[in-house]
């Protein structure tokens, strides 16, 4: 079996508290991103989405951040909730029918 | 809607033996994609298809795999023969595609078939 596996970063977080998760991507042609949410033995969820003509998107108690200067894009949940404990995979895709490039992810564990 | 649906959700298999894992797609959803997540190399896109047709096989590991997609509601990922190294979790999503400059890329994945090969 595999005695090596992909080591995630993991970010710990006291409920009630803001998460932040970070993402940086390579490919300065990327218009459109993605966070996704998987929990585990799930397949992963569509948090929020957001154009490269866009810097920053609202949803509920979701917040994206683009920075197309560093490519960089951040994921900020407010007031962390146990059920937000999971892997967050941010996405980026260039052009129409591109394919969707996924991140390694983040592991949040929200500590009760 | 009942979502994606993959069967089965569970497979356990010897090597050397052919593995055939299933999706439906949401209804009315115009592209799929399979997908293998393993601890070692993460979430990994193997084939889509866009209106049935495959459209990049590139993430296609090796020969031993082929994906089908006879029609717009069903989808086959084929292995054979199989081998140790193919255990892995294997995800199916669709979504609707325009291709536009508006285009969206909201994926909608399936609950995921275990794979184990002994």
């Known amino acids: 079996g595999e005695s090596v596996g992909l080591h995630l970063p993991t970010l710990s977080v006291q409920e009630g508290d803001n998460s932040i998760i970070n993402c940086a991507y390579s490919n300065s042609a990327s218009d459109y991103f993605i966070w996704y949410k998987q929990e585990s033995g799930k397949g992963p969820q569509f948090i929020i989405d957001?154009?490269?003509?866009?810097d920053k998107r609202q949803g509920q108690r979701v917040t994206v951040l683009l920075n197309k200067t560093v490519k960089h894009l951040s994921l900020q949940i407010a007031a962390t909730q146990p059920g937000d404990s999971a892997v967050y995979f941010c996405?980026?895709?260039?052009?129409?029918?591109?394919?969707?490039?996924f991140g390694t992810g983040t592991k949040l564990q929200v500590i009760p | 809607d009942a979502g994606v649906i993959q069967s089965p959700r569970h497979e356990v298999t010897e090597m050397g033996q052919e593995v055939t894992l299933r999706c439906k797609p949401i209804?009315?959803?115009?592209?799929l994609f399979w997908y293998r997540q393993t601890m070692m190399r993460g979430l990994e896109l193997l084939i889509y298809f866009n209106n049935n047709v495959p459209i990049d096989d590139s993430g296609m590991p090796e020969d031993r795999f082929s994906a089908k997609m006879p029609n717009a509601s069903f989808s086959t990922l084929k292995i054979q023969p199989s081998e140790p190294r193919d255990s892995a979790v294997y995800f199916c999503a669709s979504r609707q595609t325009s291709g536009g400059a508006l285009s969206t890329d909201t994926q909608y994945f399936g609950p995921g078939t275990r794979l184990t090969v002994l």
């Open positions: 209804s009315g959803h115009n592209s």
């Open positions: 996405a980026e895709k260039a052009g129409g029918y591109q394919k969707v490039t």
């Open positions: 957001i154009r490269s003509n866009m």
